[in-house]
């Protein structure tokens, strides 16, 4: 796979990270009002530069494990989220997105998913993807159901974070079953 990689939605582009968002993602994944949906707490500047750091220099490996991309509005570059594929087993990964609190509710996150799944489906050739999410976090289990995902069970005590153990709901898409 080429680097770097830039996917184009329908109201979302996806993109690959650079040193320039740090101020963007520090807006992101900074905020707990976000960080409460996700898998990891709130993190400060210096994460930030680490965690675009890390995802450059996994963007470039060989084979890439890893498609970690910002999410930008079509007319704008500044990144409002993220989207992710970790690549996992056979032909399998793991999905995960996050959105700017100030951006929630205008179907960036649906887009951003649908976009990053089609391509991991079209490009990367994966037969299934999974997504995890948290059993309280109502809109992204709408958006998994939205785009078609099923829901397999609950992952008991899956993360910590904010504290505590948390579950997860366990959703997957099969790419025969892939609306494209």
């Not at 210096?46 to 498609?67: C, K, Y």
Request: no cysteine; aromatic share 10%.
């Amino acid at each position: 796979m080429p680097f770097p990689i830039r996917v184009t939605g329908s109201t979302v582009v996806l993109r690959e990270f650079s040193m320039q968002d740090v101020d963007d993602v520090l807006g992101i994944i900074g905020d707990d009002k976000v960080t409460t949906w996700l898998s990891f707490d709130s993190r400060d500047r210096d994460q930030a530069v680490a965690m675009i750091e890390g995802t450059l220099e996994r963007a470039r490996q060989e084979p890439r494990t890893e498609f970690y991309l910002g999410v930008t509005k079509r007319d704008d570059d500044h990144v409002i989220g993220f989207a992710r594929i970790g690549l996992s087993g056979v032909q399998a990964g793991k999905l995960g997105y996050a959105i700017a609190a100030k951006e929630w509710g205008r179907g960036y996150a649906t887009d951003a998913a649908r976009t990053l799944v089609t391509y991991a489906f079209k490009e990367l050739g994966l037969h299934r993807i999974t997504a995890a999410i948290g059993p309280d976090n109502t809109a992204s289990i709408a958006i998994a159901q939205q785009l078609g995902f099923t829901r397999e069970g609950t992952l008991r005590d899956h993360v910590f974070t904010n504290g505590q153990w948390r579950d997860s709901v366990l959703f997957s898409a099969l790419a025969h079953e892939w609306s494209w």
